[in-house]
């Protein structure tokens, strides 16, 4: 099975802080996603990577970067954690876009910025 | 970008069919998926359609229409599990590897 890991469940930072949050997929697939999801807005795309050291902007990228340095691992990072960023955070995984490929998602992240 | 609508609660009871529609506007369709997400869960994939017509996965169904920018997703059977929130999202030519997603429909099963 296609696992989708997320480095922790919960989270709890002050303002300002620099939070890190890190994805791990173990089916060696070429993309992978950072979503939030705000309830009412459902899932809204941060950024996505489709290589190593690749990386485009979704339709939400203020205030956050990624970094792809190897092909399982994409990290989301919160440059100064603020209140706005508190929600779920949600990694995902696929391969080539063709066909149906559909993306595995990890179990999320509850951020609460304090 | 798309827009993706879908209601927002259903509540049907258990044995019973639910219906749930999403429709979506879109400058170049490619793909609509249909996502099940337990409270606190990760979305898991439940079905894609890309060509008009009926997908039949058991006793879920999902169902496309391009020219009219539709889809539903048919519930059979309903359980007390299938309890979930289901998501609608779409892929569009102009990124393959985009996927935008409707808010969710939050479908209750009750006894």
């Known amino acids: 099975d296609v696992k989708v890991t997320q480095s922790s469940r919960y989270l709890v930072k002050r303002t300002g802080e620099k939070v890190f949050l890190e994805c791990v997929q173990d089916m ?8 939030r999801q705000d309830p009412g807005l459902g899932l809204r795309l941060i950024y996505f990577s489709y290589d190593v050291k690749m990386k485009e902007k979704g339709d ?4 956050y ?20 960023q508190t929600s779920m955070y949600l990694c995902a995984s696929s391969t080539s876009p063709q066909g149906v490929h559909e993306q595995y998602f990890g179990p999320g992240t509850r951020l609460t910025v304090t | ?8 609660e259903m ?15 879109t400058s170049g369709f490619n793909g609509l998926f249909w996502y099940q997400q337990h409270a606190g869960e990760a979305p898991t994939f439940l079905s894609y359609n890309v060509l008009d017509g009926l997908e039949e996965k058991g006793r879920f169904s999902s169902f ?37 997603f409707g808010a969710g429909t939050t479908v209750t099963v009750r006894a």
């Open chain 2, 64 to 100: 496309l229409s391009r020219s009219k920018g539709y889809s539903y997703l048919l519930l059979k059977e309903l359980q007390m599990k299938d309890s979930a929130s289901y998501l609608c999202a779409v892929r569009d030519l102009s990124n393959d590897y985009k996927l935008s």
């Open chain 2, 11 to 25: 509540t049907a009871t258990e044995g019973a069919i639910v219906q749930i529609n999403c429709t979506y506007q």
């Open chain 1, 28 to 35: 060696d697939h070429e993309n992978m996603f950072w979503y």
């Open chain 1, 60 to 63: 939400i990228p203020e205030g």
């Open chain 1, 65 to 84: 970067s990624v970094s792809r340095e190897k092909k399982e691992r994409f990290s989301l990072i919160l440059e100064s954690a603020s209140t706005n």
């Open chain 2, 1 to 8: 970008g798309q827009n993706i609508d879908q209601p927002t």
